[in-house]
């Protein structure tokens, strides 16, 4: 019989987590979030909980979890706050978990016990103005050997955790040949790097997102993550993660959605009653809960293929699906709840609808997701 409870120390790991974000996080989150700073204090109680190695062995510095862990970290933290969840997630799996699957030993060594320990982070520069999802076909970044050293010029669009005081470095995605893809750490400060300013957002206002420009920049040819020409299927298993990672996000987004408005509808009266009482509010917020949960089932269900070694591609672009639209349309219902006061950035159902739309779009869009899908069904590509 199958069993989506908790072990003990999932559960230990999932309520330390909800404390955190409580205690810490909620209190300051919606003043960082409206000057738009990033929130180095939480970053740091977070790495000192261990939540930035939670899916890394010892070894390299981390807790010794599993990929699982951390997804229950994001939902945690998306109850609160998005902007933080986004940080952790994407200094884990698309910061540290490159170099942990691909990199040499050398670059685990040097890289992977700082990343863990979130005292720095690192970014994943793939996207670029001119390709969104078409990734081999819009990809003009390129980079050269010369000497010893790759010689990168390009640029690279919407990248997380690039421009921090604490970001170590970027992995980029270039062409080094004739559709040939490869992917190199290029370390922050390197000459001819540039980050650009952080960009004015919709939403995940407290999270850093910055434009990326290289123009003869070299790095050693040691730099190399994995073998030349494999970077594009690296960041493929790289997003394929991802997206059980961003479906619980999505997940602690829209559970967020229903804890606010079960607190709300008891406090709001309307025409002589707490709007709690009223069934078209009931069903509203039960509706909420039934997608949360259903979206939870299944970024469990491919999280638990992922672990045991399975196929999770389609597993995972599900989850990704029905996570991301239970985010965004309990974020409309929230805010519909909320009426006028939904519309108002002091109220955490505010930052819920500015930060849910992204989900949708973030590693992978929507759109992607569903020809995932349709492939891994055997439709004709």
Not at 161 to 181: H, K, P, Q, W
Not at 221 to 245: H, I, K, M, S
Not at 362 to 376: L, M, P
């Amino acid at each position: 019989m199958i069993d989506f409870r908790l072990g003990e120390e999932h559960q230990a790991l999932r309520d330390t987590v909800a404390r955190f974000a409580r205690d810490v996080v909620a209190p300051v989150i919606g003043d960082l979030y409206e000057r738009g700073e990033f929130p180095y204090d939480i970053v740091a109680g977070m790495g000192k909980m261990g939540l930035f190695g939670l899916p890394f062995p010892e070894e390299h510095g981390g807790m010794g979890g599993d990929y699982f862990a951390l997804c229950l970290a994001l939902e945690e933290l998306a109850r609160v706050d998005s902007s933080v969840a986004i940080t952790l997630e994407a200094g884990v799996s698309l910061g540290a978990m490159p170099i942990f699957r691909f990199g040499s030993e050398d670059q685990k060594r040097e890289w992977l016990p700082r990343l863990c320990s979130g005292v720095r982070l690192a970014g994943f520069g793939l996207t670029e103005a001119g390709g969104g999802s078409d990734v081999p076909g819009g990809m003009r970044t390129t980079a050269r050997l010369e000497d010893g050293h790759w010689v990168i010029n390009g640029s690279k669009s919407f990248i997380t955790n690039a421009g921090t005081d604490i970001t170590s470095f970027v992995t980029v995605a270039a062409l080094t040949g004739d559709r040939e893809i490869s992917t190199i750490i290029v370390p922050s400060g390197t000459p001819g790097f540039t980050v650009g300013q952080k960009y004015s957002k919709v939403g995940w206002s407290a999270s850093d997102t910055r434009e990326l420009s290289f123009e003869d920049v070299r790095v050693p040819e040691a730099n190399l993550v994995g073998p030349r020409g494999r970077g594009y299927a690296q960041f493929l298993q790289t997003l394929d993660e991802g997206r059980v990672a961003i479906a619980a996000l999505s997940v602690g987004l829209a559970q967020g959605c229903v804890d606010e408005c079960l607190r709300y509808v008891g406090e709001r009266a309307a025409f002589g009653h707490a709007i709690g009482e009223y069934q078209a509010i009931q069903f509203k917020i039960a509706d909420m809960e039934t997608r949360t949960h259903t979206a939870r089932l299944a970024y469990y269900g491919a999280a638990a293929k992922m672990l045991a070694g399975e196929r999770f591609k389609r597993d995972a672009a599900i989850a990704k699906l029905v996570a991301s639209n239970a985010a965004m349309d309990n974020a409309r219902d929230a805010t519909q709840i909320f009426g006028g006061y939904g519309f108002m950035n002091e109220y955490p159902v505010g930052r819920f609808y500015r930060d849910a739309k992204i989900l949708e779009v973030g590693e992978g869009t929507s759109e992607v997701q569903r020809i995932i899908i349709a492939r891994e069904l055997g439709l004709p590509a």
